[in-house]
C-alpha cells in the first residue's frame, strides 16, 4: 500500500561499524521545506583524548581519524605542532611532505572516481558492475592506484596510517636511489592519469551550478597541497591563525557534527560556502602544473568550476598534478641532513591547515611548557561543507518533484556523492528518506 | 608487517580493521599475534577494508585468509565464523563515502577481473562494541589466540574445506 501523500523512502547500507549518516527530505505541497544531511562526525572524540598527551602524539593519533586521508591530518598536526613550537620545517623536508601527500591526493582520488562516481555516470549500480563491461578502465584505475600506495608506502612506511611521519619532518628519510623507481612508476601512471582526465570529461553533467562562498588555501607558484593561505573567492585571505576568527562553527539538533559558517562574507545568500576540490580549483586554477592545466583546459573546465557533478573531473586534474608534483619534487630531491628538525615544546597555541582531498582541514593545539596538549581543535572539510550540501541538496531536489521516489533518491545519493563526504571512517551507514507528508 | 603482497607468491593473511574502533582491532590483534609465527614467505598485511589494496594484496595469491570483525543480529560476542567464499554477494548499498566500499566490493572486482586469489577464507568474530577508543572487549580478546590458531591451520593445511 502506498500513500503518495505520506511516504517514507529509504537506502541504507551497513558496512562494518555502529553509527550512521543520513538524508532527511520534507517536502510540503510544492516546496521541499527542509533538506537535513546528518553526519557523525569522529574528530570530536580525538579532540578529548588529544588533551593531556604528549606534543610528539597527535600526528600518530589523528592519523586513525581517517583511513582514506591519515596524510592530511597527520600534516596539519604536525604544522600546528611546529607553529606552537616556532619550528620551521622546509627545504627537502618540506619537499618530502609535499610528496607523502601526493601520494594520498593519489590514492583518495582515484578511489573517488573509479569505485565510487564514475559508475553513477555510465549507469552502473556500483563499481564491480561496472568492472565486469569495463575491464581495462577499473585496471587503469587500480594502476593509478597502486601508484599513490607507493608513494605511501616508501615515505609513509606503510599505505594506510603511516609510521614515518613526526612532528619536525620524519623518521626517516629515503634515499635518491629509493626514490628511483617510485619516479618509474610514476611516470608509467602519468599517461593513466592523463587518460582518466579525457574519459570522465566524455560523461554528461547535469545542469547545476553551486552558488555558495568558496574556501581554499593557496601558494604562491603552485597548487596548494600540505600548506598555505586561507582565502576565499571573495576576497577573504588569513593565515591558519585566523581560522577560528572566520570560520564559526555551530551545533546544530540533527547532527553530530558542527556545521560552519563563514563570518564576514557579506554575502545576501548567506555564510555558508564550500571547500573541497571545486573551491581548490577555482581559487587556483593559474596554479596548476603544465599537462595538469593542459589537461583542464582540454576537459573544458575554465579557470573555475561550480558544478559539483563536474567534481569527477576536477579530482581527475588534481591526480595529475599530484602525480607532477611528485616527479618534481624527486627530481629535485636531495637527502636533508637529518630527516627532521628539532621541536622543543613551549607553552603556547598553534595552528595548521592543509588540503585534504576533500577541502581544508584545520589543527589547533595548545601546549604547557612541557608539551603536554592542553585543548585540541579539529576542523574536517566535511563538516564545513555539510550546509552548502544541505542547500545543494534543497534546490537539486526542488526542481526535479517531479521524479517518483526511486529516481529522486537514487539522483539524491548521486548529488550527496559529488562530495566525497567524510561521513565517518567507519561510518558507513546512508538512510535516506524523504518525506512528502 | 603492513605492506603490499607479492603477486604470484604465497598465502596472505590480511586483518581488516581499525585498532581505535574497540573489536574492530580484533583483526589487527591477530596479525599482532601471528607476527613472527607464520611460515616463510606468508605475508600479514594490516587493511582498512579499502577494496583497492584488498585486490592489490591477493592478486596471485594462492590463499588469502582474511580475518575480521562482524556485527550480527542477534549477536553472540567473541562467536566465531568461517567462511570460504565461492561467490561475492551483490553489494547492497551504494555508499556515498569512499570510506563506505569494503569487502564485498573487492571481491566482486576481482572477480570482474580475474583476480580472485586460488582460495579465500574469512575468518571473523562477532563484535561487542564498535566504539571509538583503543582495547577489545573480553569477549573478543578471549579469542584471540583461537583465532590466530585457526589461521594457522589454514596457512599450514595442504586442504581447503
Same mark, same amino acid.
Given at each position: 500500500?502506498?500513500?503518495?501523500?505520506?511516504?517514507?523512502?529509504?537506502?541504507?547500507?551497513?558496512?562494518?561499524?555502529?553509527?550512521?549518516?543520513?538524508?532527511?527530505?520534507?517536502?510540503?505541497?510544492?516546496?521541499?521545506?527542509?533538506?537535513?544531511?546528518?553526519?557523525?562526525?569522529?574528530?570530536?572524540? !580525538?579532540?578529548?583524548?588529544?588533551?593531556?598527551?604528549?606534543?610528539?602524539?597527535?600526528?600518530?593519533?589523528?592519523?586513525?581519524?581517517?583511513?582514506?586521508?591519515?596524510?592530511?591530518?597527520?600534516?596539519?598536526?604536525?604544522?600546528?605542532?611546529?607553529?606552537?613550537? +616556532?619550528?620551521?620545517?622546509?627545504?627537502?623536508? &618540506?619537499?618530502?611532505?609535499?610528496?607523502?601527500?601526493?601520494?594520498?591526493?593519489?590514492?583518495?582520488?582515484?578511489?573517488?572516481?573509479?569505485?565510487?562516481?564514475?559508475?553513477?555516470?555510465?549507469?552502473?549500480?556500483?563499481?564491480?558492475?561496472?568492472?565486469?563491461?569495463?575491464?581495462?578502465?577499473?585496471?587503469?584505475?587500480?594502476?593509478?592506484?597502486?601508484?599513490?600506495? $607507493?608513494?605511501?608506502?616508501?615515505?609513509?612506511?606503510?599505505?594506510?596510517?603511516?609510521? *614515518?611521519?613526526?612532528?619536525?619532518?620524519?623518521?626517516?628519510?629515503?634515499?635518491?636511489?629509493?626514490?628511483?623507481?617510485? &619516479?618509474?612508476?610514476?611516470?608509467?601512471?602519468?599517461?593513466?592519469?592523463?587518460?582518466?582526465?579525457?574519459?570522465?570529461?566524455? !560523461?554528461?553533467?547535469?545542469?547545476?551550478?553551486?552558488?555558495?562562498?568558496?574556501?581554499?588555501?593557496?601558494?604562491?607558484?603552485?597548487?596548494?597541497?600540505?600548506?598555505?593561505?586561507?582565502?576565499? +573567492?571573495?576576497?577573504?585571505?588569513?593565515?591558519?591563525?585566523?581560522?577560528?576568527?572566520?570560520?564559526?562553527?555551530?551545533?546544530?539538533?540533527?547532527?553530530?557534527?558542527?556545521?560552519?559558517?563563514?563570518?564576514?562574507?557579506?554575502? &545576501?545568500?548567506?555564510?555558508?560556502?564550500?571547500?573541497?576540490?571545486?573551491?581548490?580549483?577555482?581559487? *587556483?586554477?593559474?596554479?596548476?602544473?603544465?599537462?595538469?592545466?593542459?589537461?583542464?583546459?582540454? $576537459?573544458?573546465?575554465?579557470?573555475?568550476?561550480?558544478?559539483?557533478?563536474?567534481?569527477?573531473?576536477?579530482?581527475?586534474?588534481?591526480?595529475?598534478?599530484?602525480?607532477?608534483?611528485?616527479?618534481?619534487?624527486?627530481?629535485?630531491?636531495?637527502?636533508?641532513? $637529518?630527516?627532521?628538525?628539532?621541536?622543543?615544546?613551549?607553552?603556547?597555541?598553534?595552528? +595548521?591547515?592543509?588540503?585534504?582531498?576533500?577541502?581544508?582541514?584545520?589543527?589547533?593545539?595548545?601546549?604547557?611548557?612541557?608539551?603536554?596538549?592542553?585543548?585540541?581543535?579539529?576542523?574536517?572539510?566535511?563538516?564545513? *561543507?555539510?550546509?552548502?550540501?544541505?542547500?545543494?541538496?534543497?534546490?537539486?531536489?526542488?526542481?526535479?518533484?517531479?521524479?517518483?521516489?526511486?529516481?529522486?533518491?537514487?539522483?539524491?545519493?548521486? &548529488?550527496?556523492? *559529488?562530495?566525497?563526504?567524510?561521513?565517518?571512517?567507519?561510518?558507513?551507514?546512508?538512510?535516506?528518506?524523504?518525506?512528502? +507528508? | 608487517?603492513?605492506?603490499?603482497?607479492?603477486?604470484?607468491?604465497?598465502?596472505?593473511?590480511?586483518?581488516?580493521?581499525?585498532?581505535?574502533?574497540?573489536?574492530?582491532?580484533?583483526?589487527?590483534?591477530?596479525?599482532?599475534?601471528?607476527? %613472527?609465527?607464520?611460515?616463510?614467505?606468508?605475508?600479514?598485511?594490516?587493511?582498512?577494508?579499502?577494496?583497492?589494496?584488498?585486490?592489490?594484496?591477493?592478486?596471485?595469491?594462492?590463499?588469502?585468509?582474511?580475518?575480521?570483525?562482524?556485527?550480527?543480529?542477534?549477536?553472540?560476542?567473541?562467536?566465531?565464523?568461517?567462511?570460504?567464499?565461492?561467490?561475492?554477494?551483490?553489494?547492497? @548499498?551504494?555508499?556515498?563515502?569512499?570510506? %563506505?566500499?569494503?569487502?564485498?566490493?573487492?571481491?566482486?572486482?576481482?572477480?570482474?577481473?580475474?583476480?580472485?586469489?586460488?582460495?579465500?577464507?574469512?575468518?571473523? @568474530?562477532?563484535?561487542?562494541?564498535?566504539?571509538?577508543?583503543? %582495547?577489545?572487549?573480553?569477549? @573478543?580478546?578471549?579469542?584471540?589466540?583461537?583465532?590466530?590458531?585457526?589461521?594457522?591451520?589454514?596457512?599450514?593445511?595442504?586442504?581447503?574445506?
Amino acid at each position: 500500500m502506498t500513500h503518495r501523500q505520506d511516504r517514507t523512502l529509504a537506502t541504507s547500507g551497513l558496512a562494518r561499524v555502529e553509527g550512521e549518516g543520513a538524508m532527511h527530505v520534507r517536502v510540503r505541497g510544492s516546496q521541499v521545506d527542509e533538506v537535513r544531511l546528518d553526519i557523525y562526525e569522529p574528530p570530536r572524540f !580525538f579532540e578529548a583524548f588529544l588533551r593531556g598527551r604528549s606534543y610528539t602524539e597527535p600526528p600518530d593519533i589523528t592519523a586513525r581519524v581517517c583511513g582514506i586521508c591519515p596524510v592530511a591530518y597527520q600534516t596539519s598536526a604536525c604544522q600546528a605542532i611546529e607553529d606552537a613550537c +616556532g619550528a620551521r620545517v622546509d627545504g627537502q623536508i &618540506a619537499g618530502l611532505r609535499r610528496l607523502l601527500y601526493c601520494g594520498e591526493w593519489i590514492g583518495s582520488h582515484v578511489l573517488h572516481i573509479y569505485m565510487l562516481h564514475a559508475p553513477d555516470f555510465l549507469g552502473y549500480p556500483g563499481a564491480v558492475e561496472m568492472a565486469a563491461d569495463h575491464r581495462g578502465i577499473v585496471e587503469r584505475g587500480l594502476a593509478l592506484r597502486r601508484a599513490g600506495n $607507493a608513494i605511501m608506502e616508501l615515505l609513509g612506511g606503510r599505505s594506510i596510517h603511516p609510521v *614515518n611521519v613526526r612532528v619536525g619532518g620524519f623518521y626517516r628519510a629515503p634515499s635518491v636511489a629509493e626514490l628511483a623507481p617510485l &619516479a618509474r612508476h610514476l611516470r608509467d601512471a602519468l599517461p593513466l592519469a592523463l587518460e582518466t582526465v579525457r574519459w570522465v570529461a566524455g !560523461f554528461d553533467f547535469p545542469d547545476f551550478t553551486c552558488p555558495h562562498e568558496l574556501l581554499a588555501l593557496t601558494e604562491s607558484g603552485r597548487y596548494p597541497i600540505e600548506r598555505g593561505t586561507v582565502v576565499t +573567492g571573495g576576497g577573504l585571505a588569513f593565515p591558519a591563525s585566523g581560522f577560528e576568527q572566520h570560520v564559526i562553527e555551530e551545533q546544530v539538533p540533527h547532527s553530530t557534527a558542527l556545521h560552519a559558517r563563514l563570518a564576514g562574507t557579506g554575502r &545576501a545568500d548567506g555564510d555558508r560556502y564550500l571547500t573541497g576540490p571545486l573551491a581548490r580549483y577555482s581559487l *587556483n586554477s593559474g596554479s596548476l602544473p603544465p599537462q595538469a592545466a593542459q589537461a583542464a583546459a582540454e $576537459a573544458g573546465l575554465g579557470r573555475d568550476c561550480r558544478n559539483p557533478f563536474r567534481s569527477i573531473i576536477v579530482r581527475a586534474v588534481e591526480v595529475v598534478c599530484a602525480i607532477e608534483e611528485a616527479l618534481r619534487l624527486i627530481e629535485e630531491y636531495q637527502p636533508p641532513a $637529518a630527516p627532521s628538525v628539532a621541536v622543543t615544546p613551549r607553552e603556547g597555541a598553534g595552528y +595548521g591547515v592543509s588540503e585534504a582531498p576533500r577541502g581544508v582541514l584545520y589543527h589547533r593545539y595548545e601546549l604547557d611548557g612541557e608539551g603536554i596538549v592542553r585543548s585540541a581543535r579539529i576542523v574536517p572539510p566535511t563538516s564545513q *561543507n555539510q550546509r552548502a550540501i544541505e542547500d545543494d541538496l534543497r534546490r537539486f531536489v526542488q526542481a526535479r518533484l517531479h521524479f517518483d521516489d526511486a529516481r529522486l533518491t537514487s539522483e539524491c545519493e548521486q &548529488a550527496i556523492r *559529488n562530495y566525497d563526504p567524510c561521513i565517518s571512517c567507519s561510518t558507513h551507514f546512508l538512510d535516506l528518506r524523504i518525506d512528502r +507528508g | 608487517m603492513t605492506g603490499s603482497a607479492a603477486p604470484g607468491g604465497s598465502a596472505v593473511v590480511i586483518g581488516i580493521g581499525n585498532e581505535f574502533r574497540r573489536d574492530d582491532g580484533a583483526g589487527p590483534a591477530v596479525l599482532a599475534r601471528l607476527d %613472527g609465527q607464520v611460515p616463510a614467505g606468508v605475508t600479514l598485511l594490516v587493511s582498512d577494508g579499502e577494496p583497492a589494496g584488498l585486490i592489490e594484496a591477493w592478486t596471485g595469491a594462492p590463499l588469502a585468509v582474511i580475518v575480521d570483525a562482524v556485527r550480527a543480529e542477534p549477536g553472540v560476542p567473541g562467536r566465531l565464523h568461517r567462511l570460504v567464499l565461492h561467490q561475492a554477494g551483490a553489494a547492497e @548499498v551504494r555508499p556515498v563515502s569512499s570510506h %563506505g566500499l569494503g569487502l564485498d566490493t573487492a571481491i566482486g572486482i576481482s572477480r570482474a577481473l580475474d583476480r580472485m586469489p586460488g582460495a579465500l577464507i574469512v575468518h571473523a @568474530v562477532e563484535a561487542a562494541d564498535l566504539g571509538q577508543g583503543p %582495547g577489545l572487549t573480553p569477549a @573478543v580478546a578471549a579469542v584471540i589466540d583461537t583465532l590466530a590458531g585457526a589461521v594457522m591451520r589454514e596457512l599450514t593445511s595442504d586442504q581447503i574445506c
